[in-house]
C-alpha cells in the first residue's frame, strides 16, 4: 500500500444521524472510522434534510442541504471551495437527493475543487432515462467510485462504461462483535430457553417480511419455541405516506396463521448499542427482501459479521456474501423454502456452527478500522489523479462563466390569491379581486406548478404547497361536469358555474395540469384522482377544432404517458392530434409564413412545443422538423434589434401580410417561449435554444421594450402586461403563474440533466 499524503480536511455528504435511515448510520459510522485511522484530518459532515426544520444534529455537522432546495447544493459548494477542503465523499443514493433522479447533487459536484470519491449505495442495471442521465455525470465527476460489491462493479463497466481503474470495492462497515453464545444475551428480552430468528431494519413491504410469517407454522409445527423478532421502526416516509398500514398487515396475517404468539414486534428506531445486544442474542437471521437488484445491505452485513447464521432470498449482496457455505440461499417470495432452510439449520446445529465460524472469520474484513483504512487508499489514488482546477477566490464565478443568477422563489403572492375554493382570476393592483371570481385555466396552470415546485423544493414548506395543490385539484375536479365530459371554466366568487360548458383550451389546459399530475403529484392519491379526471375528460378531445387545445391537449398527454405507458386510447389520441397539427402545418405553411394558421395569435409556442414532444415520443421525424422549423420561425419574428425577446402584441396579434402587433405584451407568451425553447433543447442538446430560453425569461426581469421589470420580487407577483408606454401593475393568477412556471422551469434548466424528460 502507498503512503497517504496528509489530509487536513475531510468531508461527507449524506443523510446522517438523528435522521432515521440506513446511509445516516453509514455516514455516522464511515466518518468515525476514518477520523479515528486518520487522527491528523479533521472530519466533519455535510447533512441533507428531507425537512424543512432539519434534526438536531451532533458537532460533527458543519452544514445542512435542504433536499430539494438546488440552491442550498451551490451554497454548499462554495463553502467546500472556500474552507479549501481536500476531500469531499458523497454518499449516493438516488432517493436522498431532490431533483428528477436525485439530480440536484449534480449542482455541487460541477462546482467543487476538491477530489470527490461517491460510493455507490444503489446500481441500477436498467436505469430509466434520468437515472442514466445522473449516473453517467455522477461517475464522470466522481474521482474514485466505491461500490459494496463485485456485482456492483460489474454493472458500472458493462452499462454505464466505467473502466475498472477507476473503481474500489470495500465492503459494507460492520462493528467489530465477537461470536458469543445467544443463551447469554436471550434473558434480556424475555425470550430465555427460546430459538430466536431475526429480520431488523426499516420497515416496508420491499422486506418480504410476511414470507417469514407465512413459513412459521411449518417451522412451529418442528420446532414450538421458536420467536420471530421483527426489529425496527418503520420507515419514516411510508410512515408519512400510509402510517403503519404493512406492519398491521403482518401482525394479523400471524394472528390469521395462528402463530402471533411466536412473532414479536419491536416498532422502534434501535442504537447501535442496542442493535448488538438484539444480534448477539439470535440464532438465525433472515432476509427475505423481494428485489434482486440490491447492491448493498448493511443490515445483512452487520448479522454476517457478527456470526450469524442467515437465510437469505438471492438477491445481489446477499449472493456474494453468502456463497461457499457462509449462508443459504432461498428463492424470492417462497415461504417452504425458508421453512425448510430454517429447520435445516436447526435439524443440524454442527453445520449451523460450521456456518457461524466461516461467516464471523470472513467478516474481519469488514469491520470499520479495515474498512477505513481502504477509504483512505482511495482518497490517495483520488488526490493523485485529480486534475487540479483553479482554486482563487472566486475563480469561475466570473459573468462569462456563469449564467446571471435567477430569482429566488417566492410563492407569497400566489398563496394571498388563493382561497380554500382556488385560485382568483384577478388582482387589483396585489389584492385578489372578488368580483371576476375564478376559472380552470388558471387553476390548471396553478396545479401544474405545484407539481414543477415539489421537484424544487424550499419555500413554501411542503405542508403548504400540499394544501395549494389540493386546493387546485379539488377545483379542476368539480370543475368536470361529469355528465358531459367536459370542463366548465368561469365560477363566482359565490362558487356558482357561470357556464355549463368551458372553452375547449380551458379543457385542455385541464387536462395538460392532470396528465402533469398524473407524473409529479405530491401523494398517491392526487395522482389517482388525476388518471380518474384524465380518463374521463380526453373523451371530447378528439371532436375539439381548437388547434391551441389540441396542443394543450398533448401536453398533457405526453406527461400522462411518462407514467401509464400502456395507455392505448391516450397513445391514439396523442396520433390523431399530432397528424392534425401536421396537416394544419401543410395547409398554411409557405417559405414567407411557416406557421399553422393564418395569424400568430396567443400562446402560439405551445403548438410547436407539442409537436417536439409528441414528435420524439412517437419517432416521428416529420413532427419534429415541424416543430422546429415554426419554433425557429417564432424565434425570428419576437425579438427587437438590440436582442431583446418581444412577444406578439394581443392589441392586434400577427395576421399574414399585416401589421404585427408589439403591444399588449403578456407574460403567458413569454412564459410559452421560455417551455418550448427548452424543450427544443432538451431534443436536440443544441445551447441555442437554451439561449433562447434565456432571452424570453430575461423578458420578466426587465430586458424588455420599455426596460422595466415585470415581476416584482417584494410580493412574488408579476404584471399583466406590457403597454406602449407602462406597465399593467394588476397582479393577476395568469401574469404571475406565467413567471413562476417559467422560473421553475429555467430553475430545473441551470444544469441540463435536471430538465424534466
Known amino acids: 500500500m502507498s503512503r497517504r499524503p496528509p489530509l487536513k480536511r475531510i468531508a461527507f455528504l449524506g443523510d446522517y444521524v438523528p435522521r432515521l435511515c440506513g446511509i445516516a448510520t453509514f455516514t455516522r459510522d464511515l466518518c468515525e472510522a476514518i477520523s479515528k485511522a486518520a487522527p491528523e484530518a479533521e472530519c466533519y459532515v455535510g447533512a441533507v434534510n428531507d425537512r424543512e426544520e432539519g434534526y438536531e444534529y451532533p458537532p460533527r455537522v458543519r452544514f445542512e442541504l435542504l433536499e430539494k432546495d438546488v440552491d442550498s447544493y451551490r451554497r454548499a459548494a462554495d463553502l467546500l471551495n472556500f474552507n479549501n477542503v481536500g476531500i469531499l465523499c458523497v454518499q449516493h443514493e438516488f432517493g436522498i437527493y431532490g431533483g428528477p433522479a436525485g439530480s440536484h447533487l449534480l449542482a455541487l459536484l460541477k462546482e467543487v475543487r476538491m477530489p470527490v470519491i461517491t460510493t455507490l449505495h444503489t446500481i441500477l442495471g436498467e436505469p430509466n432515462t434520468a437515472q442514466r442521465r445522473v449516473m453517467d455525470e455522477l461517475t464522470r465527476r466522481s474521482d474514485r467510485l466505491v461500490v459494496m460489491a463485485h456485482k456492483g462493479a460489474a454493472i458500472l463497466r458493462e452499462v454505464y462504461a466505467v473502466p475498472d481503474g477507476k473503481v474500489d470495492i470495500i465492503p459494507h462497515g460492520i462493528q467489530d462483535m465477537p461470536i458469543t453464545n445467544s443463551a447469554d444475551s436471550k434473558t434480556q428480552f424475555g425470550v430465555a430457553g427460546r430459538t430466536v430468528l431475526l429480520t431488523f431494519g426499516l420497515i416496508g413491504p420491499g422486506k418480504g417480511i410476511e414470507n417469514v410469517i407465512q413459513s412459521l407454522p411449518q417451522i412451529v409445527r418442528n420446532y414450538p419455541k421458536v420467536v420471530y423478532i421483527v426489529l425496527g421502526a418503520t420507515h419514516p416516509h411510508l410512515l408519512a405516506r400510509e402510517g403503519e398500514r404493512y406492519r398491521l398487515s403482518l401482525e394479523w396475517l400471524a394472528e390469521e396463521l395462528g402463530v402471533k404468539e411466536h412473532v414479536i414486534f419491536y416498532n422502534r428506531f434501535v442504537t447501535a448499542e442496542d442493535l448488538q445486544e438484539f444480534i448477539a442474542a439470535s440464532d438465525i437471521y433472515l432476509t427475505p427482501y423481494l428485489n434482486q437488484a440490491q447492491i448493498t445491505s448493511g443490515t445483512l452485513a452487520q448479522v454476517f459479521g457478527a456470526g450469524k447464521a442467515v437465510v437469505s432470498t438471492p438477491y445481489w449482496h446477499a449472493q456474494e456474501l453468502l456463497r461457499d457455505g457462509r449462508g443459504t440461499l432461498v428463492p424470492f417470495a417462497s415461504p417452504p423454502d425458508i421453512a ?28 470499520w478500522p479495515a474498512v477505513a483504512s481502504r477509504y483512505l487508499q482511495s482518497f490517495s489514488n483520488a488526490c493523485a489523479h485529480h486534475q487540479v482546477l483553479p482554486r482563487t477566490a472566486f475563480a469561475g464565478l466570473a459573468a462569462a462563466d456563469r449564467d446571471h443568477e435567477l430569482p429566488t422563489l417566492k410563492l407569497e403572492h400566489l398563496e394571498r390569491m388563493t382561497d380554500s375554493t382556488g385560485i382568483f382570476q384577478h388582482a387589483l393592483f396585489t389584492v385578489p379581486d372578488f368580483h371576476h371570481g375564478y376559472c380552470t385555466d388558471d387553476n390548471a396552470r396553478a396545479f401544474i406548478l405545484c407539481c414543477l415546485r415539489d421537484n424544487l423544493g424550499g419555500h413554501p414548506p411542503n405542508e403548504s404547497l400540499n394544501r395549494l395543490s389540493s386546493t387546485y385539484l ?46 409529479h403529484a405530491l401523494h398517491s392519491g392526487q395522482q389517482g384522482l388525476c388518471t380518474q379526471l384524465f380518463d374521463i375528460g380526453l373523451g371530447k378531445v378528439d371532436a375539439f377544432n381548437s388547434p391551441r387545445a389540441w396542443a394543450f391537449a398533448l401536453l398533457g398527454i405526453h406527461e400522462y404517458l411518462r407514467a401509464f405507458t400502456e395507455n392505448e386510447r391516450a397513445t391514439a389520441t396523442r396520433k390523431t392530434l399530432t397528424l392534425r397539427l401536421k396537416q394544419l402545418w401543410k395547409n398554411y405553411a409557405t417559405t414567407d409564413w411557416p406557421w399553422f394558421e393564418s395569424s400568430a395569435t396567443y400562446d402560439n409556442a405551445r403548438l410547436s412545443q407539442a409537436l417536439l414532444l409528441s414528435g420524439q415520443a412517437m419517432e416521428d421525424a416529420e413532427a419534429l422538423e415541424i416543430g422546429l422549423k415554426s419554433l425557429s420561425w417564432l424565434v425570428s419574428i419576437q425579438k427587437t434589434p438590440n436582442g431583446c425577446f418581444r412577444p406578439i402584441g394581443s392589441a392586434g396579434f400577427y395576421v399574414r401580410e399585416g401589421a404585427r402587433a408589439h403591444f399588449d405584451q403578456q407574460p ?40 422595466l421589470p415585470l415581476y416584482d420580487p417584494a410580493t412574488g407577483g408579476c404584471a399583466d402586461g406590457l403597454h406602449h408606454d407602462r406597465l399593467n401593475e394588476n397582479q393577476g393568477a395568469e401574469s404571475t403563474l406565467a413567471f413562476h412556471i417559467a422560473l421553475a422551469e429555467m430553475t430545473f434548466a441551470t444544469h441540463p440533466l435536471t430538465l424534466p424528460t
Open 340 to 367: 425448510r432452510a430454517v429447520c435445516n439449520y436447526l435439524d443440524h446445529p454442527d453445520l449451523m456452527q460450521r456456518t457461524q465460524e466461516t461467516a464471523w472469520h470472513a467478516g474481519r474484513e469488514m469491520i
Open 474 to 519: 379539488a377545483f379542476l375536479a368539480n370543475a368536470l361536469n361529469r355528465d358531459t365530459g367536459g370542463f366548465r371554466n368561469f365560477m363566482s366568487f359565490e362558487r356558482r358555474w357561470l357556464e355549463a360548458i368551458g372553452s375547449e383550451d380551458s379543457h385542455g389546459r385541464a387536462l395538460w395540469a392532470l396528465g402533469t399530475g398524473k407524473s
Open 668 to 707: 403567458v407568451e413569454a412564459q410559452a417561449m421560455v417551455s418550448a425553447c427548452l424543450s427544443a433543447y432538451q431534443v436536440t442538446s443544441d445551447p441555442a435554444w437554451s439561449r433562447e430560453a434565456r432571452r424570453a425569461f430575461d423578458w420578466f426581469l426587465g430586458r424588455n421594450d420599455l426596460a
